[in-house]
């Protein structure tokens, strides 16, 4: 099923709700994409296999996908993409949900962790890093940054291009982001993109989450209080986040799992599926047999 959800004055949101498969589910799953990328980046094999289990909620970001394009007229934060999930399970009348977060998505469901716990029945974060410190310890090294071929390609980000070239620009975006730790297969994300630029009606680049206000995000003192359960995953090939992101924010977050996927870089692709959707549902499902 599909709706649009009205999180702001003027503002409404794609999102897509697809009933669990199998005989005994547990609570509902909100999968949480990162910056400047639609609801279907989520591939369809990981949606599936994770609906064996859970009813599946994803949806576009603002300014993605058929969500309204809202920065130009109506600049917002980090912080309000955060409230915004929110808004995603009270339109869709779930309580509380097992949230996934990939990338910018992953520090969305950290604000999340510390905002709303009680929405919370666990929470499942990869290729991200640690929400920032205020106060950050001048002893402690600071976690590696992007790779310098990514920051290359990401200044060319709002290049005016043809269809044509933005698809290419695209694939080329997915394969820095994919690693060399698993298989790329430029058809696949071709088709991907494709996708996507038919369900916006739009093949012009996506930048506004490149420019909003990023107030809010230095609470990462705050995450060792965290008591949802959570889990960590580390995608050792990831050049946008490269470890020990992953292994920081399991550390900062106390309680944390973390658990690696050997090979995975910053993109699904279809060699990583089977291995993410078992991480992701042995996190969730532990946690609703511990509630029984």
């Given amino acids: ?17 697809f009933p669990a498969t199998g005989p005994h589910p547990g609570e509902p799953l909100l999968l949480v994409m990162g910056a400047n990328a639609s609801g279907l980046t989520w591939p ?3 949606v599936a296999q994770l609906a064996e289990h859970h009813r599946i909620i994803r949806y576009d970001h603002r300014d993605t996908g058929r969500s309204t394009a809202a920065f130009d007229d109506a600049p917002y934060g980090i912080t309000d993409l955060a409230e915004d999930a929110v808004a995603v399970l009270d339109a869709f009348d779930v309580p509380r949900a097992h949230v996934v ?13 510390l905002d709303h ?5 666990t929470a499942t974060l990869f290729c991200t890093g640690p929400l920032p410190f205020a106060e950050p310890d001048p002893a402690a090294p600071p976690p590696p940054g992007p ?8 200044a060319e980000l709002d290049d005016p291009r043809d269809q044509k070239g933005e698809i290419a620009w695209r694939v080329e975006h997915w394969r820095l982001l994919n690693g060399t ?13 494709e996708r996507i630029i038919a369900h916006s009606g739009r093949h012009d680049p996506v930048v506004a989450h490149a420019h909003m206000d990023t107030a809010g995000l230095e609470r990462g003192a705050e995450l060792a209080a965290v008591t949802v359960p959570t889990l960590v995953i580390e995608a050792p090939e990831d050049p946008a986040f490269p470890p020990p992101n992953a292994g920081g924010l399991a550390r900062t977050l106390g309680g944390g799992r973390l658990v690696r996927i050997p ?26 047999t511990a509630a029984c």
Avoid: C, K, Y
């Fill in 44 to 46: 369809d094999s990981l």
């Fill in 263 to 288: 090979g995975m870089g910053h993109a699904i692709n279809r060699t990583v599926v089977p291995p993410l959707a078992a991480a992701i549902l042995t996190r969730t499902t532990s946690a609703e």
């Fill in 181 to 193: 730790g698993t298989p790329f297969d430029a058809a696949e994300f071709r088709a991907l993109e």
């Fill in 147 to 154: 790779d310098p071929a990514l920051l290359r390609l990401w």
């Fill in 1 to 17: 099923m599909e709706r649009f959800v009205d999180v702001a004055p003027g503002v409404r949101l794609w999102a897509e709700d």
């Fill in 117 to 121: 716990p009680d929405r919370l029945a």
């Fill in 101 to 113: 977060g990939m990338s910018m998505g992953g520090l969305l469901v950290q604000l999340l962790l």
